[in-house]
């Protein structure tokens, strides 16, 4: 039997076992320093380009809503500040999502963003479990292609993160059917919590129509 290493008064892992931990913590957090430094840098160009980054924080924390949820939200912001007679309500009302002057983007920017748009729904979907069934585009188009991209890399950070193990262990628990599998064709009752609702306002909803 392998000795274990001594932790406090407890026996501690064995030298093989806390290699194993050492050696992907530390991967994990140099994976982590560079996600930090690439949406930095990501930032940085943004606000080089003229995009003013407070107001692009407010907008996805927006767009993380239900579409009705959003549009409640924002009627209640113009009333509040109405109400409480903000210097700035006067100024932006009536015009608060007009985009006077300003160039519509070009065709293939809209075909990126749309497709961004698809991945990063999919994605949401994998990453708690769901199932690729529940992909709501038309088989065979790049929308549904994008999306099922996307829920891919959702469904591994799921299983990597510990999500299916847990499934499975409450699917063992309940006795019920199998855990859908990435590529699973129909839905399968897994007594976990269904597939969450697509967030967001549709893609490129009001700047790009």
């Known amino acids: 039997m392998a000795k274990k290493m001594p932790d406090d008064d407890r026996d501690g892992p064995t030298a093989d076992d806390f290699l194993k931990h050492y050696n992907k913590i530390r991967r994990k957090l140099f994976e982590k320093d560079q996600a930090v430094s690439s949406v930095r840098i990501a930032l940085k160009a943004a606000k080089s380009d003229g995009v003013n980054l407070k107001s692009l924080k407010l907008m996805m924390e927006i767009a993380k809503l239900d579409t009705d949820e959003a549009a409640a939200m924002l009627k209640q912001f113009g009333f509040y500040s109405r109400v409480s007679e903000q210097d700035f309500a006067n100024a932006v009302q009536g015009d608060l999502f007009e985009l006077a002057e300003v160039d519509a983007p070009k065709a293939k920017t809209v075909a990126e963003f749309r497709r961004a748009n698809e991945e990063a729904a999919g994605r949401h979907v994998g990453a708690h479990g769901g199932n690729k069934a529940d992909n709501p ?11 099922d991209v996307g829920f891919n890399a959702g469904w591994e950070f799921w299983v990597a993160s510990g999500g299916k193990a847990k499934a499975e262990r409450a699917v063992a628990a309940n006795g019920r059917g199998g855990l859908p599998g990435p590529d699973a064709m129909a839905p399968v009752d897994t007594g976990a919590a269904a597939a969450p609702k697509r967030r967001g306002r549709p893609p490129a909803a009001a700047v790009l129509q």
């Open 137 to 147: 585009n038309q088989p065979g188009t790049e929308a549904h292609q994008a999306w």
